[in-house]
């Protein structure tokens, strides 16, 4: 799927390092139309706050290319730094899509993307 993105070499090695999923890129029937997806709005150029006031950078441009290609909506959450992951494992969206590394510790909480 990656490769239909065509992603340059940097993307091809960041994506898996800010990309997080809960679930295997397969919506279930109850979210098929749209995917709540959380980022943080505050690491430029990766992702920040445009002057409309709503999320933008690569982050969000990944996002919405991996919506497209799954042929989903994508709505955008905007959350803080210390609160994505809690976020994510209440449910209260479906993804995060921000520059995150990969430790132990968050593994063992939520699954990333391949590297």
């Known amino acids: 799927m990656l ?3 065509r992603l340059g070499f940097f993307g091809k090695v960041s994506l898996a390092a800010f990309t997080i999923f809960a679930w ?7 979210s098929a139309q749209s995917l709540k997806i959380a980022s943080e709005g505050y ?3 990766f992702n920040y706050i445009d002057d409309d006031g709503e999320l933008a950078g690569f ?3 990944i996002a919405n290319a991996l919506c497209d290609v799954m ?7 905007q ?11 209440d449910q209260q969206y479906d993804a ?15 699954a990333f993307t391949l590297p």
């Open 3 to 5: 490769n239909a993105l």
């Open 79 to 89: 959350n803080d730094w210390d609160a994505l992951i809690p976020g994510l494992v």
């Open 96 to 110: 995060i899509v921000a520059s995150m590394s990969i430790t132990p510790e968050r593994e063992d909480i939520v």
């Open 43 to 45: 690491y430029a150029p």
């Open 59 to 61: 982050d969000i441009d």
């Open 71 to 77: 042929a989903v909506s994508c709505e955008f959450v």
């Open 24 to 30: 295997t890129l397969q919506p279930s029937p109850a």
